[in-house]
């Protein structure tokens, strides 16, 4: 195998002019960093698992460059997934997995860290792993080997990659990042054993390491409980959560080949105070912080200097509940209305004031409007907690098209808990209501394209007990929807139902999950997100191999008390609060946003120290005063279940 | 505006990882150049505002070379010594200017003034009789020859083709001068077909280019 940086280099002349878009695989771009790599200790490779154009799009990996890149002591370097006429290539000549900085092969970091923001990109992982020559299971990895780190919202269940990772980072990276590296160092230093190193990294706060832990399962297969093999560990991981936002990253490599997002993107805030019962997102990055819209101003100023993007995004899981949304967006469009941007705010409310802010941002695009009402009738949406009237929708939807959009983009799922066939005409009902109301306003040109996806009940959320839809269920609705949605100005985009077997089979897996995946990838599974690459059939026969039942994960009834092979890793949002969470949308009974009422769902009694440290608007939870708990709070607390870490500082 | 609107030619080189950026791509990594160097470029008025950039020659992906020409439209008037200033600090790695002038707006487009282009083909492999080959390839009447499932004749498109002396590196070189106007350019990949060399194992690079009436 090709070791060095210039026997790569010299291979890459040669099959870069033979394979589709070479400019993936060159590195050189502008922003990049190069350190020098005698004089650098410590290396990290930070790999996204599927192609350049969708890494270079991702916020998480462009900010844990920008940090890991300020420290002198460390390098930072890129690696995406080759497609497969570059990686047939690469397997052929002998060349490993590289970084696109300095032509490294990856086994000759010390870190190397996944990110792992979506399930389907497991195959890749255990994929570009082999490509590097680096042993796909933990178990097989010496001292000589990097430590493989892996991170991202799919994590937060990491049982089904458990064998392949050295240490999960559970929740936000920007701190422990550092922290990682520093443990690294320090056990570099001392000639211990891996074992060692893992241990030491298990006792971080956010810290998983499945090597130290074992799933046990009762007769009928069902998960029972995890059991503890290393005293230091604990026995829950919580979340790692910065509890203040540091100023945003400014530095943005700028691609030259076309990416999904090519621009300047900022979280303006993180996490959501609406709760909707199927959102995954919405539970695991509690508690709400803001940052302050001067420091957004001047983030987007600085970057537009750095990279010259001509797109910025103001990126949160709700735009319309940023405090000062109004003010950021005027503030946006009059500080930079010279320099011919286009701004996107995404995930707008259903109001009227959505369309006001959308207004402001004068030189938008005027060729699409996106809402995700999610259900079609107002019974399902109390169900999953996102209560909006009918009438609000269509005269928000009026209130669009008479603003000067043609095109309403409407998200909706099908396969919601209780749902009904009844259900599912709502949406080509409610489509074609608001496609009429688009003619009458603006006549022929009114178009409603509904983007209709499959419910998948994921872990640590209210619905996490819901069975999933069955194939066939999925088919008999999306064949409903495919003919009640034709006819001039309307258009419908799905996802195949295998597509959503997969995601659910890979979100809900144990650790028994990682045989399937393991044997999925050696009968080719790799882009699974792709339709030119996935093969249902593989994963069939992947399940047939290992004597797993596939319906098991998917259709299986679960009794509330259930345990699940996720429970140790404490998203703090009480199991408690989400089992009393999903009784109540069996009753139709909706919560409101948790900036007007506390709900108690567990973040605040976890985390009362950091909420005091950090007083006033910085979180959009209640204060924090006194250093005593109540006894409300201690009913609240599962004291049981928490961590030593946390615990100690209570 | 269109008073103060001012038309600068830019003469570059395109090297390095940057020429595996095709030519839409390298319109907008000029752009983005523009941007950070805080220059004011002029956009095409329309629902999709345009940078206004043109490019004399769409070099093939993977080409090299050091003869492109770009002109772009200022809103205000940028002087030669900004440009200096500015510019070079946001270019990428790749992209070197040769020099830089100042055009009248009423000059016609960029591409309608080419008429053809110089290219030298370097081998990665030696190759036998390879003087000899040019000159039997120059001799036919023509060269039928297929590109995207359409016939077309290479000869009248080859102006020069020579096997050179004392190629760089050591490596055999060809010299190839094609013809490059609208709806007529010769491809020097194809000139290497048509002499039996794969273009895989070759490595071209683009050293002039020649505008009509011999600017």
């Known amino acids: ?650 | 505006m269109s008073e103060t609107l001012t038309r600068i030619r830019i003469y570059f080189s395109k090297t390095a990882s940057i020429r595996f950026t095709g030519h839409l791509d390298l319109q907008r990594t000029w752009e983005r150049t523009f941007r950070r160097a805080r220059l004011p470029i002029a956009f095409r008025q329309g629902f999709n505002p345009q940078a206004r950039l043109n490019l004399a020659l769409a070099l093939p992906l993977g080409f090299t070379s050091q003869c492109e020409i770009l002109d772009v439209w200022f809103e205000n008037p940028v002087s030669i010594s900004e440009l200096e200033t500015h510019l070079v600090p946001a270019l990428p790695v790749g992209l070197e200017i040769n020099r830089f002038q100042e055009v009248t707006l009423s000059e016609p487009a960029l591409q309608t003034q080419i008429a053809s282009a110089e290219y030298h083909i370097t081998m990665d492999n030696q190759l036998p009789e390879l003087q000899a080959n040019c000159e039997k390839l120059l001799q036919s009447p023509s060269i039928i020859r297929q590109w995207k499932g359409k016939n077309y004749d290479l000869r009248p498109l080859i102006l020069e083709l020579r096997a050179l002396p004392d190629s760089p590196a050591g490596k055999q070189c060809i010299f190839v001068h094609l013809a490059a106007r609208e709806g007529a350019t010769g491809r020097p990949e194809e000139v290497a077909s048509a002499l039996g060399i794969s273009p895989d194992l070759t490595k071209v690079h683009r050293i002039n280019l020649v505008f009509l009436n011999n600017e």
């Open chain 1, 1 to 650: 195998m090709i070791k060095n940086p210039a026997e790569i280099q010299e291979t890459l002349e040669c099959i870069l002019p033979q394979v589709q878009k070479p400019g993936r695989y060159t590195g050189g771009e502008f922003n990049q960093v190069v350190k020098d790599w005698g004089k650098t200790e410590l290396k990290v490779a930070l790999v996204f698992p599927d192609l350049y154009e969708l890494g270079m799009s991702n916020l998480g990996l462009a900010i844990l460059y920008d940090i890991l890149n300020q420290r002198p002591d460390v390098l930072a370097e890129r690696a995406f997934a080759p497609w497969s006429d570059m990686e047939s290539r690469m397997r052929s000549s002998g060349t490993p997995l590289y970084s696109l900085e300095t032509m490294h092969p990856l086994s000759s970091f010390d870190v190397i860290g996944f990110s792992l923001p979506y399930e389907t990109l497991y195959t890749n992982t255990i994929n570009l792993l082999d490509l590097s020559g680096i042993p796909v299971f933990s178990s097989e990895r010496t001292s000589e080997h990097p430590l493989i780190v892996a991170g991202g919202h799919a994590t937060y269940n990491p049982e089904p990659m458990a064998p392949f990772v050295d240490a999960f980072v559970i929740g936000e990276g920007e701190e422990i990042i550092l922290e990682i590296i520093d443990a690294v160092k320090d056990w570099k230093g001392q000639g211990k054993s891996r074992r060692e190193l893992l241990i030491s990294l298990s006792s971080l706060w956010g810290i998983y390491v499945p090597a130290l832990y074992k799933p046990n399962y009762g007769d009928d297969g069902v998960f029972i409980g995890i059991q503890v093999l290393e005293k230091k560990a604990p026995r829950q991981v919580v979340k790692r959560i910065t509890a203040k936002l540091p100023p945003p990253t400014t530095r943005f490599i700028v691609p030259y080949i076309d990416t999904v997002h090519s621009r300047v993107p900022v979280e303006i805030m993180r996490g959501c105070t609406r709760g909707c019962r199927f959102c995954q997102a919405g539970m695991i990055t509690r508690p709400v912080r803001e940052r302050p819209v001067e420091e957004i101003i001047e983030a987007i100023s600085q970057a537009l200097d750095n990279t010259g993007f001509e797109e910025v995004g103001l990126l949160s899981l709700s735009s319309s509940d940023y405090t000062d949304i109004l003010q950021l967006v005027q503030e946006v469009s009059k500080r930079f209305a010279s320099r011919h941007l286009s701004i996107s705010l995404p995930s707008l409310r259903i109001e009227s004031f959505s369309v006001d802010l959308m207004d402001a941002l004068k030189d938008a695009r005027r060729s699409g409007f996106t809402l995700a009402p999610e259900a079609a009738t107002e019974r399902m949406r109390e169900i999953i907690n996102k209560p909006v009237t009918d009438q609000q929708l269509l005269d928000t939807c009026r209130e669009i098209f008479s603003r000067g959009w043609h095109n309403i983009k409407l998200y909706f799922m099908i396969g919601h808990p209780a749902e009904t066939m009844e259900d599912v005409k709502a949406i080509a009902r409610l489509c074609k209501d608001v496609l009429q109301i688009g003619k009458q306003i603006i006549g022929g040109r009114a178009q409603v394209t509904a983007g209709v996806s499959t419910f998948v009940a994921k872990p640590h959320t209210p619905f996490q007990w819901v069975v999933c839809d069955t194939v066939d269920q999925i088919y008999a609705k999306q064949r409903y929807l495919k003919a009640a949605l034709r006819g001039k100005g309307l258009k419908l985009n799905w996802n195949s139902p295998e597509d959503t077997m997969l995601e659910a089979w890979l979100s809900r897996g144990d650790r028994r999950m990682a045989d399937v995946i393991y044997e999925a990838w050696r009968m080719g599974a790799k882009f699974d997100a792709w339709k030119e690459h996935f093969n249902y059939q593989i994963w069939i026969q992947a399940f047939e191999k290992t004597g797993l039942d596939p319906t098991f994960y998917t259709h299986r009834e679960r009794p509330i008390d259930e345990s699940f092979p996720w429970d140790h890793i404490s998203t703090t949002v009480r199991k408690k609060f989400l089992t009393e969470d999903y009784l109540w949308s069996l009753q139709g009974k909706t919560r409101v946003d948790c900036r007007e009422r506390c709900f108690a769902c567990g973040i605040l009694p976890t985390f009362a120290d950091l909420r005091r440290e950090n007083p006033g608007d910085t979180w959009q939870c209640p204060e924090v005063k006194s250093r005593k708990i109540s006894t409300q709070d201690l009913e609240l607390l599962n004291l049981e279940s928490l961590p030593v870490l946390v615990k100690s500082s209570l």
